[in-house]
């Protein structure tokens, strides 16, 4: 494991506001980065799907990132979200987000064309050769079709600037094999496996519910590293209706963060919660302020 996290342990995968009117809310960005950092977030993932990257122009993201960088200075690493199905385009996306000030980028296996092995490696290299700011790749085979295997992680791992993964495989034996043998820090980015990960020698997790409950999902890494175990699984269970509800009730997390943050509407293909589902929202999340211990 690498002793220092690359990027921090409690990163938010931040939604990007939008206006009444639809385009992007800059102020609404800053204000929302300088309050997450606050809250415990140590880094904050910009253009990702919680982000509604598939709806944002390059330029809006290119403006996003500059505009968290001077909200956040160094208070927090800011890593971007650059992913696409062309390399090319990734490229000139990483590129893009290095000379905005991020700290980082994010790179997802191309999605739909579903390439084999050598090709998602030879993709994520020529991006990593590309820039010279860190990677943190992002393995999601649910959405993108491709699984980054874990024999093609440890041959990435040799790779100077590939420092991190964005782990979405539901694949805890493979994920554990590749934290084993690589300094590679391992970043939950699903909720109900932030704790069995970082057990399991995990960095932390990069998270679309630390949009609304950063200091409650921090605790849990907090108590753990504190040598409080059993606090740490009560923590983390306390958390588990709002991530539900959030994250597996058939609706998107960009769009239950959204409703829960008012911060503007989504973009289409997507659509606002009803009032049931934001009626339900607000109580697991009340619910779950009531429950943290004092402080949070």
């Known amino acids: 494991m690498t002793t220092t996290p690359p990027f921090g342990r409690a990163l938010c995968a931040m939604i990007t506001p939008f206006t009444d009117s639809g385009e992007?809310?800059?102020?609404?960005?800053?204000?929302?980065?300088?309050?997450?950092?606050?809250?415990?977030?140590?880094?904050?993932?910009?253009?990702?799907?919680?982000?509604?990257?598939?709806?944002?122009?390059?330029?809006?993201?290119?403006?996003?990132?500059?505009?968290?960088?001077?909200?956040?200075?160094?208070?927090?690493?800011?890593?971007?979200?650059?992913?696409?199905?062309?390399?090319?385009?990734?490229?000139?996306?990483?590129?893009?987000?290095?000379?905005?000030?991020?700290?980082?980028?994010?790179?997802?296996?191309?999605?739909?064309?579903?390439?084999?092995?050598?090709?998602?490696?030879?993709?994520?290299r020529r991006v990593a050769d590309a820039v010279g700011i860190p990677l943190m790749l992002y393995d999601i085979p649910g959405r993108t079709g491709t699984r980054i295997e874990p024999d093609?992680?440890?041959?990435?791992?040799?790779?100077?600037?590939?420092?991190?993964?964005?782990?979405?495989?539901?694949?805890?034996?493979?994920?554990?094999?590749?934290?084993?043998?690589?300094?590679?820090?391992?970043y939950s980015g699903c909720e109900e496996l932030n704790l069995p990960l970082y057990a399991v020698g995990g960095t932390g997790f990069v998270s679309t519910v630390a949009?609304?409950?950063?200091?409650?999902?921090?605790?849990v890494l907090d108590a753990y590293d504190a040598g409080r175990v059993t606090e740490a699984a009560r923590l983390n269970r306390l958390t588990i209706p709002l991530t539900e509800l959030m994250m597996a009730s058939g609706l998107p997390g960009t769009v239950t963060a959204k409703a829960l943050l008012g911060a503007g509407p989504v973009r289409?293909?997507?659509?606002?919660?009803?009032?049931?589902?934001?009626?339900?929202?607000?109580?697991?999340?009340?619910?779950l302020q009531g429950s943290s211990p004092s402080g949070l």
């Open 24 to 124: 992007l809310d800059l102020g609404g960005a800053r204000k929302l980065a300088d309050r997450l950092v606050a809250d415990g977030c140590d880094g904050l993932v910009l253009n990702g799907t919680t982000g509604e990257s598939p709806t944002t122009s390059d330029a809006e993201k290119t403006a996003l990132v500059r505009a968290v960088v001077e909200a956040v200075g160094d208070r927090a690493s800011v890593v971007a979200g650059v992913g696409s199905a062309d390399t090319r385009h990734t490229v000139e996306l990483a590129r893009s987000a290095e000379a905005a000030g991020a700290d980082g980028v994010l790179v997802v296996t191309p999605y739909y064309s579903r390439p084999p092995q050598a090709a998602v490696e030879a993709h994520f």
């Open 211 to 219: 949009n609304v409950a950063p200091r409650q999902l921090r605790a």
């Open 268 to 287: 289409e293909p997507l659509q606002p919660a009803g009032r049931e589902a934001v009626d339900g929202l607000r109580v697991a999340y009340e619910a």
């Open 152 to 186: 093609t992680m440890l041959r990435l791992a040799g790779h100077p600037r590939i420092v991190a993964v964005k782990d979405c495989a539901y694949d805890l034996l493979g994920s554990t094999k590749v934290i084993a043998r690589t300094s590679l820090a391992y």
